[in-house]
């Protein structure tokens, strides 16, 4: 059965930063391409960045410089690491993994919180 299971969110104040992590199970992870979702209050869900099994990675145009999104295959575990934080960036942050040769198999997190206010 394929889980993931996003941690890392929270409050911080704008300016900050927080580290996402999303643990995945019952999947060859490493085959994998992997990627963060986020859906802000009355919006669509969007794509924030992917990273493909390879390392290639592509970030949203509003994020790129600020984040960075890496995988670890021994651990199973994709990242993101947010830096310079904005309210616009509040948000319900979903882990996804795809497998690239049967785009069918896509599998989704729950989501995990991230609120950015002072």
């Known amino acids: 059965q394929v889980q993931l299971v996003e941690s890392g969110g929270g409050l911080v104040q704008p300016g900050g930063s927080l580290r996402l992590s999303c643990a995945a199970s019952g999947i060859i992870f490493r085959i994998y391409t992997v990627a963060w979702y986020r859906q802000g209050p009355g919006k669509q869900r969007e794509l924030v960045a992917k990273i493909t099994s390879g390392g290639s990675t592509n970030y949203a145009d509003s994020v790129k410089g600020r984040f960075t999104i890496s995988r670890d295959n021994a651990k199973n575990t994709l990242y993101l690491e947010m830096n310079s934080l904005k309210p616009e960036d509040t948000a319900v942050y979903f882990c996804?993994?795809?497998?690239?040769?049967?785009?069918?198999?896509?599998?989704w997190g729950q989501g995990t919180q991230v609120t950015v206010s002072s």
């Open positions: 996804n993994a795809q497998r690239p040769d049967r785009p069918s198999l896509s599998a």
